[in-house]
């Protein structure tokens, strides 16, 4: 199981809008470090609230950026889930996992954020992501992070 660092934390039960960013970015202090060069690093996002929408989907990409950004900045290094309708899974069940997978390190700038794009806002459901020396098991957890 992996150990969880605040301050690698992106979303921590975060209500997902139209455009949106993660709550949180992280600042790995300087561009080109190639940090997870040797050991890779992984993105773990899961649903932490049941979606119940219908009709809305949902894109989230990872984000780097040489300056603290919002939605609207940064260069994609990572599609993380195409357009997926938020009343399927993996956002109809909370804790259920929509990512659980390695960082492109040569791409990484100094800011990282994820990146969601949405039909339309959903009515409820919720998010959580962080980034961790390995992927997270489902062994022991409960939905909320």
């Not at 139209?18 to 600042?27: K, L, P, V, W």
């Not at 809305?56 to 950004?69: M, V």
């Not at 659980?100 to 990282?112: D, F, K, N």
Request: contains cysteine.
């Amino acid at each position: 199981m992996a150990i969880l660092d605040e301050k690698l934390e992106l979303c921590d039960a975060q209500a997902i809008t139209a455009t949106d960013r993660s709550e949180g970015q992280i600042n790995l202090g300087a561009a080109n470090l190639q940090i997870g060069a040797g050991t890779p690093l992984y993105l773990n996002i899961r649903t932490n609230t049941a979606f119940t929408s219908s009709s809305e989907t949902i894109t989230i990409d990872l984000y780097t950026h040489d300056a603290s950004f919002d939605e609207t900045q940064g260069t994609k290094i990572l599609e993380v889930l195409a357009a997926t309708a938020v009343s399927a899974s993996p956002f109809a069940t909370a804790g259920t996992w929509i990512f659980r997978g390695t960082i492109p390190y040569e791409a990484l700038q100094q800011y990282v954020a994820l990146r969601f794009t949405c039909s339309d806002t959903p009515a409820a459901g919720k998010i959580d992501a962080w980034i961790s020396l390995d992927a997270q098991s489902s062994y022991g957890i409960s939905a909320e992070v």
